[in-house]
T-cell receptor, first 113, second 115 residues
Framework: AQSVTQLGSHVSVSEGALVLLRCNYS??????LFWYVQYPNQGLQLLLK??????LVKGINGFEAEFKKSETSFHLTKPSAHMSDAAEYFC???????????FGAGTRLAVHP | DTEVTQTPKHLVMGMTNKKSLKCEQH?????MYWYKQKAKKPPELMFV???????INESVPSRFSPECPNSSLLNLHLHALQPEDSALYLC??????????????FGPGTRLTVT
C-alpha cells in the first residue's frame, strides 16, 4: 500500500537551531514529493516540491529538502529556526498512476526561545 | 495570483439543514479538490474534479454532494449531516492531474460545526 511516514509527531527546537523533519515514502517508482505547512486555523501552504531533476530542492521561508531515492526519503531542513516556523508540517507524495496526494500524519514543530 | 478562496469561513448547521460551501480560483486551474480535515489529522481527500467532471469520489456519503458549475468554481452541498461531520473543509486546485502540474494550492478552509 502507498504510504508516507513522518518520524516524530512532535519536534521541539530552540530558536536558531537546526530544524530537521523526517519523511519516508513507499514507492518503487520515483514519485512527486511535497512538503506543506499549516498554521493554526488556516489552509495548507506549499513549502517546496520535488518532481524531477535536482535532488536538493529549495523552498520558501529558508526551507529545503533532499530527495534520496536509495533511502526513499525526503527530509525537510532549515538551518536556523524562527519562532514563526512553529506550525504543523505535512509531507505528501503523488504515486505514479494515482491522481491523489498521499499525506503523512504530520509533525508539529514547536520553537522555543 | 495563487489564491484559492472559500466561503464561508465558519458554518454552524443543524442536522436537518441544507447548506453549501463555495470555493473559487482564478488561476486557470483545471483540477479542483475537496478535502476534510479533522483536528490533529492530515487532510482526507473527498472528491476530485478534472475539467469540470468528477474524477474521483473517495466513497463519500451521499449527504455530501459536490458540484463544479464552471472551471473556476467548486461547491459542496451539505444535507442531513451528522455531528461527526464537523471538521475543517479544505478546497484545493492544481493546473491539472498531470504529474508535473500536480502542485496543489489550498484555500483557508471552512470550519463546519454540525449541532
Amino acid at each position: 500500500a502507498q504510504s508516507v511516514t513522518q518520524l516524530g509527531s512532535h519536534v521541539s527546537v530552540s530558536e536558531g537551531a537546526l530544524v530537521l523533519l523526517r519523511c519516508n515514502y513507499s514507492s518503487s517508482v520515483p514519485p512527486y514529493l511535497f512538503w506543506y505547512v499549516q498554521y493554526p486555523n488556516q489552509g495548507l501552504q506549499l513549502l517546496l516540491k520535488y518532481t524531477t531533476g535536482a535532488t536538493l530542492v529549495k523552498g520558501i521561508n529558508g526551507f529545503e529538502a533532499e530527495f534520496k531515492k536509495s533511502e526513499t526519503s525526503f527530509h525537510l531542513t532549515k538551518p536556523s529556526a524562527h519562532m514563526s516556523d512553529a506550525a504543523e508540517y505535512f509531507c505528501a507524495y503523488k504515486p505514479g498512476g494515482y491522481n491523489k496526494l498521499i499525506f503523512g500524519a504530520g509533525t508539529r514543530l514547536a520553537v522555543h526561545p | 495570483d495563487t489564491e484559492v478562496t472559500q466561503t464561508p469561513k465558519h458554518l454552524v448547521m443543524g442536522m436537518t439543514n441544507k447548506k453549501s460551501l463555495k470555493c473559487e480560483q482564478h488561476m486557470g486551474h483545471r483540477a479542483m479538490y475537496w478535502y476534510k480535515q479533522k483536528a490533529k489529522k492530515p487532510p482526507e481527500l473527498m472528491f476530485v474534479y478534472s475539467y469540470e467532471k468528477l474524477s474521483i469520489n473517495e466513497s463519500v456519503p451521499s449527504r455530501f454532494s459536490p458540484e463544479c458549475p464552471n472551471s473556476s468554481l467548486l461547491n459542496l452541498h451539505l444535507h442531513a449531516l451528522q455531528p461527526e461531520d464537523s471538521a475543517l473543509y479544505l478546497c484545493a486546485s492544481s493546473q491539472s492531474l498531470a504529474g508535473d502540474a500536480y502542485e496543489q494550492y489550498f484555500g483557508p478552509g471552512t470550519r463546519l460545526t454540525v449541532t
